[in-house]
């Protein structure tokens, strides 16, 4: 039997819609994977905390407010600080190429722009993740 | 294969890094899961482990959200366990339990895990058991286990758990739903919630009466409780109730006999998902012509396998 892939959606930041990351994290269900949805306005300490508990594979974030540069980087800080490793990190929505650099610099394996297809997202994931699982 | 001995000196001393990826390692049945579960096991008691089971939407989640805070007073480690139903056509599953669940505990006092079922064929996932002895070796005083809520398969629930609290809404249905065989005698406390939106009146009626065939009329009324789990009215109460139960009714025993078959019951249902099993019905495909005559020959195959059983 395949290791099932645990994933954590979260948005960090104050911005309130949540509808993309919905879709997201549904689009990922029927890829066959666990997927762990926080909520809105999560902090990025607390999405650390509980991406450590829930022991994810990967922690994608969504903001659409344009923060993206601090609240981002800030998870992968906390990701670190509270011991959380071996985790693929990734975010989507609208952000300006320089700033894609700066976050793939940062721990941040990709960057999805709004509107990639999801299923490009869970291959991808299932690409990254399942030789480290041992899945074939 | 990781040092089992070292991660088990890391649970114990409540590293939570170490208890997530415990979690982990048992749910997949990584290599030497066996043996760490096999220390785990002989460890002393300490966990107290309520269920939370009911039908879906009526509140439980919520309800788990107000009793942490109460139970954090006198609790020093507080676990939550929330299972979500795996979809049976992708495996996958959407674990959305946490938006119920404050921001404001503190990460190193309570340890949040959403499991999905996995296993299609039982409410509680069969990793429950041994994720329990997790957080026990990690000396976790209070276990909250939030099951899917769904019919008959949340009986199971009980085998797990040292109390278990049944969820009803009133004017749902609930009142004929709860007397149906079986969830009535599982449940140790009733709660009724959502008594802001629906006049608790009716059920808590029909419960007491059912309960009073076996109970005096006192003792019944003490094993119902009514909330509003979205207002948190009623929740020190019970919460008051919890602890009164865990002084009276002590632990559910440990029980060898009874702990092996509840985990080889898991392995069998398990073992039915797996290769080999399905090659061997293949095999019987071949032989019988309806599923009866093929049942048969099943049953003779571990007929022979194990002896007779009235030997
Ligand atoms: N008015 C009211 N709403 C409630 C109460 N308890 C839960 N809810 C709401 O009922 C919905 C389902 O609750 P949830 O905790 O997710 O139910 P679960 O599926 O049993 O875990 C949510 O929208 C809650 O806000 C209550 O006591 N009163
Ligand atoms: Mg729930």
């Known amino acids: 039997m395949a290791k099932k892939i645990r994933v954590l959606i979260a948005k960090p930041g104050l911005d309130g819609h949540d509808r993309g990351a919905k879709v997201v994290a549904k689009a990922f269900m029927e890829a066959g994977m666990e997927v762990i949805y926080t909520g809105i306005r999560k902090t990025p300490e607390q999405i650390a905390h509980i991406a450590l508990q829930e022991d994810v594979d990967v922690v994608g974030l969504s903001s659409l407010s344009g923060g993206h540069n601090t609240l981002f980087v800030d998870v992968a800080r906390w990701l670190a600080k509270v011991g959380k490793k071996d985790v693929l990190l990734l975010g989507g929505g609208i952000v300006p190429e320089e700033d894609v650099l700066y976050l793939k610099q940062n721990g941040f394996a990709e960057i999805f722009a709004p509107g990639t297809d999801t299923k490009t997202i869970a291959e991808y994931i299932i690409s990254r993740v399942y030789p480290k699982l041992g899945n074939e | ?311």
Not at chain 2, 1 to 15: A, G, P, T, Y
Not at chain 2, 145 to 157: H, K
Not at chain 2, 158 to 176: A, N, T
Not at chain 2, 266 to 278: A, G, P
Request: some cysteine; glycine content about 6%.
């Open chain 2, 1 to 311: 294969m990781e040092d089992i001995d070292q991660l088990l000196q890391k649970i114990r001393s409540q590293n939570m890094a170490a208890i997530a990826h415990a979690i982990t390692l048992v749910e997949n049945r990584d290599d030497g899961y066996l043996t760490l579960l096999d220390k785990l096991y002989n460890l002393p008691r300490h966990s107290f482990v309520v269920g939370i089971t009911g039908a879906p939407g009526s509140g439980k989640s919520t309800f788990v959200n107000q009793l942490v805070p109460q139970a954090l007073e006198t609790q020093k480690k507080v676990a939550v366990i929330a299972i979500d139903p795996s979809s049976r056509f992708t495996g996958g599953a959407l674990l959305g339990d946490r938006i119920r669940f404050s921001d404001a505990f503190p990460f190193d006092r309570v340890f949040f895990r959403s499991l999905a079922s996995r296993s299609s064929l039982g409410a509680v996932s069969s990793a429950l058991f041994s994720i329990l002895q997790i957080f026990n070796g990690a000396l976790f005083d209070c276990i909250f286990v939030e099951s899917v809520g769904a019919g008959q398969n949340d009986l199971d629930i009980k085998d797990y758990v040292d109390m278990v609290l049944l969820f009803l809404v009133s004017g749902m249905g609930d009142e004929v739903q709860c007397m149906k065989a079986g969830i009535m005698e599982i449940a140790d406390l009733f709660v009724i919630n959502k008594i802001d939106l629906y006049p608790p009146a009716p059920l808590f009626l029909a419960l007491l009466n059912h309960l009073s065939l076996h109970l005096s009329s006192e003792t019944a009324q003490s094993r119902i409780v009514q909330t509003d789990a979205l207002h948190n009215t009623g929740f020190t109460e019970l919460w008051h109730t919890i602890e009164n139960f865990r002084q009276t009714c002590r632990y559910q025993k440990r029980s060898l006999e009874k702990d092996t078959a509840l985990l080889l019951k898991n392995e069998v249902e398990r073992l039915f998902t797996e290769k080999h099993i399905q090659k061997k019905l293949q095999e019987l495909l071949s032989l019988g012509t309806s599923p009866y005559q093929m049942v048969e020959k099943m049953q003779k195959l571990l007929e022979e396998m194990l002896g007779d059983p009235h030997d």
